[in-house]
């Protein structure tokens, strides 16, 4: 095993092969760091994305979708695939013009 001596830049003080320092407890591992740093900032994201109150589109979708006619639910599900129908052929289209264009 290779000897790494890191200083911590908090305390100044001189450590071998760790990810944190001795003396203070501060991280030290610069990978370490940035994982860290990467996973609070995705937590974050999601968090936000779940404290996020819904659209009104959102709102109405989702009572179509539950709701206690089943007739209502009937068109909400012909509209829904209808607009996969769509969605499939513009992005078919969109694929074909890329694909042209290289």
């Known amino acids: 095993m290779s000897k790494h ?7 100044k003080t001189e450590n071998l092969n760790t990810d944190y320092c001795t003396n203070c407890g501060e991280i030290i ?6 994982q860290l740093e990467q996973q609070r900032v995705q937590e974050e994201r999601i968090q936000k994305e779940l404290n996020t109150a819904p659209t009104k589109a959102e709102k109405i979708v989702r009572k179509l979708r539950n709701h206690p006619n089943p007739l209502v639910r009937l068109l909400m599900m012909i509209a829904n695939a209808i607009w996969l129908i769509i969605a499939g052929i513009a992005a078919g289209i969109a694929y074909l013009i890329g694909m042209i264009a290289a």
Do not use: D, P, W
Not at 5 to 11: L, N, T, V
Not at 29 to 34: A, E, F, Q, S, W
């Open 29 to 34: 591992n610069v990978v370490l760091k940035r």
């Open 5 to 11: 001596y890191i200083i911590c830049s908090a305390c």
